[in-house]
Every structure is written in structure tokens, then in C-alpha cells.
């Protein structure tokens, strides 16, 4: 199965939050920016780091935007980038997962939050320290990888220890722990050694009952991190907000500058107030963060425009989307943006062009069009409908229409026409009598009619861009107003005219300001009327919008 654009996969996520996989790609000049600060942070303190971190060597991070923004995504691709792998380890934790939010399982959360492949980067480097005590001949170290006479007579490589443990087919001999690392380690790094030797970091969860032990700990696993592997410790938390106990402990940590770490929180701005009214203490420290990071703007229509196009361009490996397929695009998602705010964030955007996809290739077809967006828009969101229109156009009629709709030269003898067929609707339905096609009073009467109350009415349509040429239209066309008891004027110039002043007529005149959505009703019921496909329903709708153009 080949997807649009000759894609062999769907680009866009299929979950509502982002999947490592996901975040690999990442879109947007917000996002990139934010990126950018983040990485320049972490490299910053990683070439300050001297052998001996000190508290000095801790830095803050806060990453501030509303729900959908991108947040999670932004903090995902950064645990996951190739170019911080060897100089970095990262516990990410999702708050909202955490509950009760008591010390122990936040704590149980954190040490859950580092990953498998860093895990066993640590626990590889710490037996290897033991690995290379042996080969100095230290009897300590060979006894606790249990090398013994046997393996000296058999020319077993001390290597192979290692990987047997790391495999789970041997177990150290832990009485000579100790000895082999005191030199280089404190007695709760020992602890905490033993713990990720054994794969069992978890072991000592049960055992913290308060924030002091909850700090101690994660100091000495950035402590241990650092002294094997030269590496600094990113502590991520996700959905941070005003719970007592996520306060603390986040206070906790900010108090305790632990060396070569940095905490990087992730919240909202209704979050961020919160916190301001309920813990000023912990909202001062967040003010004083080392990067602020807001990504307001992440949701102009710009910036979403570069993140769908990011992740079509980066599984485009055949290079069939091209300009004239991002143009075409492009234009799909304007409309969308511009009708719906519902999709104004990042999440929202993308869970459209995941369905869209998947819709077009159902239809076979080899770009994602109107019908497939439209489709997305009736089955995934049912119910929703175009800002403002009253004929229930259909989001794929609607961007067609939409594109044509700025070229005036085209649009105003089809508005003319559609008048004129919506008033032949009015006049069948008996709100509008004695219509007249045929009547021409002057020049820009396009046509006469009565009302259901008998007053003679002309109706001219002027759709100009330009200001004063479509005053002076009006004002010519005032001058109709003694042969007919109202004069109605349909355009798209929302002008403020003096034609009542001037008129000497009771009644006087009525300008209506068309503007787009109206427009692009008028024309869908046009080309329904020419097809005649105006059904029961359709009907009540045409008087309707007839009404709110006051023909009747």
C-alpha cells in the first residue's frame, strides 16, 4: 500500500500525546528555537563541568505553553537526539501518570523515567571500572566478578564476566563491593551501584520516606553518571503544576543545585498562575529559571505549516512532495485553520492529517485533497460545521469555492447570478412576489422585484477591492432610488455611505456587507440550484440566507 505523495508509511502520529518515534521529527520555527536553547544550555554546562562538579554546575529550565502546544513533543526530542546521546542521560516523568503524587512514587517515577538503553550504558561502564581493577591484579574486584582459579587456568577473559552479568546468568559476590569502589564513590553511590548493577534501581523506592532521601539519591545517580561517563543529568517533568507534593519536591531539587543536572519543567500558563497564588517560594525560583521558554506562536498557521510539511519531508524519500503539492496543501490547511479555531494547535492539526491520510489512501488517491479532508472532518468530527455558513457547505465544496473566491472578476457575475436564482427560490416559496429578471431601471440594476409586502425593490451587486470605486458605484446608483420605494446594495466593501443622506425617497437604501462566507454560500447554492439539486431541505436553507442578505 503506498501512501500520498509516495510515502510508504502514514507520517503523522495516530495517538493523542507523542511516541519517542514521533518526536524524532521535529517542525516548526517556535520548536526549532526552543530546541536550539535547550541544546545550547546542555552543552554550555557540559563544557564547564570540571572533574569535581560543584552546586554551581545546575541549571533550570521551564518550557511554559497551553494544552496541545507541543510541549511534551519538544521535551521528547530532545531526550532523543543523536547529538546529546554521549554527553547526556534523561529521566522523563509525565505527572499526570503519577497518583497518588506521595515521595514514594514520584521517586519511584523519576528512577522509571531514565531509559533501558541508558540503564545499561551505566551499568556497562561501572562493571567495566571493576573489570579493569582485576586486570591491575586486584584481588577485590576479581572476587566480586567471581573470577576465579578456574577461569585463570582456562584463560577466561575477564570480559566475559561482564557480559554474563549483564545478561542475568551471573550474579556478583557483593561482599567485596566495597573495596572495589570506595576509592572512587560515597556509601550511598555504593548503594545505589549495587542497585544498577543488580538492574534493580527500584530496589530502594520503598525504603525514601522523605524529600532529603528523594534529593540524595538523585544527586548521587548524577553524581555516578558523571564520574563514569562524563555525562549530564536531565531531569524532564511533564504536566508540572500546582500539586503540594510536585511542589516540593521540584523546591527540593531547585534548593539542592544538584551538580551537573538540569531539571527542565513542563507546564502550562494557567499552571504557572497557580502556582504564583498558591506557592510563591517555588514561583520565585521559577522566575529566576536559567531559560525561560514560551512557545507562544506555536500555533499560527505558519508554524503548523512547517510541522505537517516537517514530517511529510522527512519520510519523503523519493522527493514526490514538491512545491506545487505544498502549495496545494498549504492552501487546504489555511482553510481549516481560518474556520475552525477547534485546530488551531499542533495536536488537533496533526490527528487531522493522520485521518486524512489514511482517508486518501482508501480513495486511492495520490495527494491529500478536499474530499479526504472533508471526509476526516464528517466522521472524525461529526456535527462540525463552517464558521458562519447557512447552506451547511461542505468542507470540500468549500475550499474550491474559497480559491476561487478572491478573484473578483470572476466572482461578481456569479453572485448576480446567484441572486437572481435565490430570489426565483423566494418568489416559488411566496416570501418574495412579482419578480422582474428582465428589468433594467439603470445602469448597475441588476434586478426588480416586490416584497411580500408589495414595496418595489432593485437589487445591485458591486464587488470591488477598490474603496472609492465602489463608493462612486453606490453613489451612481443612488440615483435609481426615485423609481423604486428601496434600493438593496450586496457588497464586499464595508463602506460607510451617505446615499440615505442624499436620497430623496422613503425607504431609502440597505447596504449589506457580503463577506466571504456568504459569499461562498451564495455560490454553492448557485451551482445546487443550476443542478437543480435544491431539495426540502436545501429550500429552507436558501431562505434563510436569503433573509440575512435582506432580499426578504
Given amino acids: 500500500m503506498t501512501y500520498p505523495y509516495g ?9 493523542p500525546t507523542p511516541s519517542i518515534s514521533d518526536s524524532k521529527i521535529l517542525g516548526g520555527k517556535t520548536h526549532k528555537s526552543a530546541k536550539n536553547a535547550i541544546v545550547s544550555c546542555i552543552k554550555d554546562l557540559h563544557s564547564k563541568l570540571d572533574k569535581i562538579p560543584t552546586d554551581k554546575d545546575f541549571r533550570l529550565i521551564t518550557l511554559i505553553q497551553d494544552v496541545g502546544s507541543g510541549k511534551t513533543h519538544l521535551a521528547l526530542h530532545i531526550r ?24 514514594t512514587n514520584l521517586y519511584d517515577a523519576i528512577l522509571g523515567g531514565f531509559s533501558a538503553y541508558d540503564i545499561e ?52 559476590n557483593y561482599s567485596y563491593l566495597r573495596e572495589t569502589y570506595s576509592e572512587e564513590f560515597s556509601e550511598l553511590e555504593i548503594e ?43 531531569f524532564q517533568f511533564d504536566e508540572f503544576d500546582s500539586n503540594e ?18 531539571l527542565m519543567l ?26 525561560k521558554i514560551d512557545l507562544a506562536g506555536s500555533s499560527t498557521f ?55 491520510t489514511e482517508i486518501a489512501v482508501k480513495q486511492g488517491s495520490v495527494i491529500i485533497n478536499e474530499e479526504a479532508i472533508d471526509e476526516t472532518i464528517k466522521s472524525v468530527y461529526p456535527g462540525l460545521k463552517i464558521k458562519g455558513s447557512l447552506m451547511g457547505v461542505p468542507l470540500s465544496d468549500f475550499i474550491k469555492i474559497r480559491k476561487a473566491a478572491n478573484d473578483i472578476n470572476i466572482i461578481e457575475p456569479e453572485i448576480r447570478d446567484a441572486v437572481r436564482n ?20 439603470g445602469d448597475g440594476i441588476d434586478v426588480v422585484y416586490n416584497d411580500e409586502f408589495g414595496s418595489k425593490i432593485a437589487v445591485s451587486v458591486i464587488l470591488n477591492s477598490n474603496y472609492a470605486a465602489a463608493n462612486a458605484q453606490i453613489s451612481n446608483i443612488s440615483k435609481s432610488l426615485n423609481l423604486v420605494d428601496k434600493l438593496l446594495i450586496l457588497t464586499n466593501n464595508n463602506t460607510i455611505s451617505n446615499i440615505n443622506a442624499n436620497s430623496s425617497m422613503n425607504g431609502g437604501s440597505t447596504l449589506v456587507n457580503m463577506d466571504k462566507t456568504k459569499i461562498i454560500d451564495l455560490i454553492y447554492f448557485n451551482n445546487k440550484f443550476k443542478n437543480q439539486e435544491i431539495m426540502n431541505e436545501d429550500l429552507l436553507k436558501s431562505i434563510t440566507l436569503a433573509k440575512s442578505i435582506k432580499l426578504c
Fill in 245 to 262: 507534593e510536585s511542589l516540593g519536591l521540584i523546591k527540593a531539587i531547585i534548593n539542592a543545585h544538584i551538580p551537573s543536572s538540569i
Fill in 121 to 172: 550504558k551505566l551499568r556497562f561502564a561501572l562493571l567495566n571500572i571493576a573489570v579493569k581493577h582485576a586486570e591491575k591484579n586486584a584481588r577485590n574486584a576479581k572476587r566480586l566478578l567471581n573470577y576465579g582459579f578456574k577461569d585463570r587456568i582456562k584463560g577466561t577473559p575477564i570480559l566475559d564476566k561482564v557480559e554474563s552479568v549483564m545478561k542475568g546468568s551471573l550474579k556478583l
Fill in 80 to 103: 532523543g537526539l543523536t547529538e546529546l546521546s554521549e554527553n547526556t542521560i534523561c529521566s522523563y516523568v509525565d505527572l499526570s501518570k503519577v497518583a497518588p503524587r506521595n515521595i
Fill in 302 to 356: 505558519n508554524e503548523l505549516l512547517d510541522i505537517i510539511f516537517e514530517y511529510l519531508r522527512f519520510n519523503d524519500h523519493y522527493h514526490m512532495f514538491d512545491s506545487n503539492k505544498e502549495n496545494d496543501l498549504a492552501s487546504q490547511i489555511r482553510i481549516i485553520y481560518d474556520e475552525f479555531p477547534e485546530f488551531r494547535n499542533v495536536r488537533s492539526t496533526l490527528n487531522i492529517m493522520y485521518h486524512a
Fill in 266 to 291: 513542563m507546564l502550562t500558563p494557567s499552571s504557572y498562575d497557580e502556582i504564583r497564588t498558591q506557592n510563591a517560594s517555588v514561583f520565585d525560583r521559577l522566575e529566576k529559571a536559567n531559560y
Fill in 192 to 234: 545505589i551501584i549495587k542497585s544498577l548493577i543488580d538492574n534493580k534501581l527500584k530496589s530502594d523506592v520503598e525504603n525514601i520516606r522523605s524529600l532529603e532521601g528523594v534529593v540524595n539519591s538523585l544527586s548521587a545517580i548524577s553524581s555516578i553518571n558523571y564520574k563514569i561517563l562524563r555525562e549530564v543529568t536531565i
Fill in 7 to 15: 510515502l510508504e508509511i502514514n507520517p503523522y502520529p495516530s495517538s
Fill in 422 to 441: 435565490l430570489l426565483s427560490c423566494t418568489n416559488y416559496t411566496g416570501n418574495v412576489k412579482e419578480l422582474n429578471l428582465d428589468s433594467r431601471l
